[in-house]
DNA sequence: ACAAAGAATGAATAATGATTCACTACTTAT
DNA sequence: ATAAGTAGTGAATCATTATTCATTCTTTGT
C-alpha cells in the first residue's frame, strides 16, 4: 500500500469543503438558492464542477447543509436573546428584534431561509427551522402565561402568528421591491412590527 | 379575400382560450404554477402544445393572466365581507375569516397567490395582489382609528402583519406538513388567528 | 525513483421542459 | 369547387444546468 491518507491530506480537504461551503453560502445570501449555480459556486472556491461532486452527494445536499448552517446562526442568536433575564414579555420581545434585525441585515438569506422553495432536501431543513423558532417562542409564551404577563391562549398558534407577522413584514414583495436601503433608519419599521407582535399576544397597549 | 374571421370563429377561440385557463387553473390548484407544465395542461385542455402559444404569448403570460383571474376572485370576496354593516373591527374581522377560510379551502392556491415564487412577470403581478389586499385592510384600519375603536398606528405596517400572520398559520409550511383535515372543524383554529389579529389591532383584550 | 492510491479536472452527457415551425386541417368568400 | 387565409398539430429544437467519468495530477510509502 503506497498511499494512505494523511492527517494532513484530511485536513486539506476539510478546507477545500468549507470553502465550497462558504462560497454557496455567500451566493445564497446574493441571490438565493435557486439561483446559485454549481458553477459559479465552483468558480467562487477555485475548484473544478467535478470537486465539488467529490466533497457533497447532489447539489441538493450541498444546499441542506449550508441551509443547516445557517440556519443554526440565526435560531442560536434568537435562543440567546431568550435567556436575558426580565419577564417572559421583555425577553421575546428582545428575541423579535433580534431576528428582524438579523433579517433586515442580510434579506436576501432572510428571504433563502423564510421562504424561498428550493427543493425536498431543503424544505425538509426548512421545516425543521420553522419548528425550532416556533418552539423557542412558544416555550416563553407558555412560560409568560405562568407568570401571567399573557393571558391563556393557544401558544403554538400564536408563535405562529409571530413568525408570519414578522416574516411577512421583513422579507415579503413589499419589502424586497424597495431600494435596499443599507443603513437607514428600520427602528420605526420594526417597532410597529414588535408593537402588533407584542399586542397580539399580550392584548395590552404599551 | 376569402378568409376573414367571423363571429361564430371569434367565440370558438374564446372557448378554447378559456378552457387553457380554466384547466392551467386547475393544474395550479393541484401543485402550484411551478410544478404546472405545459403538456399537462394541454392534455387537460385536449389541445395541443402548439395550440397554446397560439393563445398566449409565453408561458408566464399565461400564468400572469390565471394569477390575476385567481386573485380577482379572491380580493373581491374581502372586499365584499369589509362592506358589510358593522364597525371597523367587525368588518375587518368578517373580511379576515373571509379570507382563512378561502385559503384553508383550497390551500395550494393560496400558498400560490400567497406566496410561491413563480417568475418576474407573476411576481409582479403578486405585488399587484398584496397592494390590493394591504390597501383593502389599510382603509379600514384608518377608518377605525377615525372611528375609535382602534388606537393610532402604522395602518400599513398593520396589514402586512395580519396578512403574514395568517398566512403563516394558514398555507405556511407547518400547515401544509399536517395531513389535510378536508371537512376537519377549523373554526378554533381560525378563532385563534383572528384573536391575535385583532389584539394586535386593537390592544384590546376581548 | 517508482508504483499504488486517491483527488481533481472539466468536457461530455443527460435530463428536463419550454418553445418553434413546417405541415395539415379547417373556414370562409367567390 | 377553388383559393386564400387562419387555426391546430406535435415532433423536433433549443436552452439550461446538474452530474458523470475517463483522464491527469498529487500524495504517500517503499
Redesign the pocket.
Known amino acids: 500500500?503506497?498511499?494512505?491518507?494523511?492527517e494532513?491530506?484530511r485536513q486539506?480537504?476539510a478546507l477545500?469543503r468549507e470553502k465550497i461551503i462558504n462560497c454557496t453560502y455567500e451566493c445564497v445570501a446574493e441571490g438565493g438558492f435557486r439561483s446559485a449555480?454549481?458553477?459559479r459556486i465552483a468558480g467562487l472556491a477555485?475548484?473544478?464542477?467535478?470537486?465539488i461532486?467529490?466533497?457533497f452527494e447532489?447539489?441538493?445536499d450541498l444546499f441542506a447543509e449550508v441551509f443547516q448552517l445557517a440556519t443554526q446562526k440565526e435560531v442560536d442568536k434568537v435562543a440567546e436573546a431568550l435567556n436575558t433575564s426580565g419577564d417572559a414579555a421583555a425577553r421575546l420581545e428582545a428575541a423579535l428584534r433580534q431576528f428582524a434585525g438579523r433579517a433586515l441585515r442580510g434579506p436576501v438569506m432572510a428571504w433563502s431561509l423564510l421562504a424561498e422553495p428550493v427543493d425536498p432536501k431543503v424544505e425538509e431543513e426548512r421545516l425543521a427551522y420553522r419548528k425550532a423558532y416556533a418552539s423557542l417562542f412558544e416555550k416563553t409564551i407558555r412560560e409568560g402565561i405562568t407568570e401571567g404577563c399573557f393571558p391563556d391562549q393557544n401558544a403554538q398558534q400564536s408563535s405562529t402568528c409571530l413568525v408570519g407577522a414578522i416574516a411577512e413584514s421583513l422579507v415579503g414583495p413589499l419589502s424586497l421591491t424597495q431600494p435596499n436601503r443599507e443603513n437607514e433608519d428600520n427602528d420605526p419599521l420594526v417597532d410597529a412590527i414588535i408593537r402588533f407582535c407584542m399586542q397580539g399576544l399580550t392584548g395590552t397597549r404599551r
Do not use: C, F, P
Not at 500500500?1 to 494523511?6: D, H, I, K, L, V
Not at 477555485?46 to 470537486?51: H, L, N, R, S, W
Open positions: 500500500m503506497a498511499y494512505r491518507e494523511t494532513k491530506m486539506r480537504k477545500a449555480r454549481i458553477t477555485e475548484v473544478a464542477t467535478g470537486t461532486y467529490r466533497h447532489s447539489r441538493e
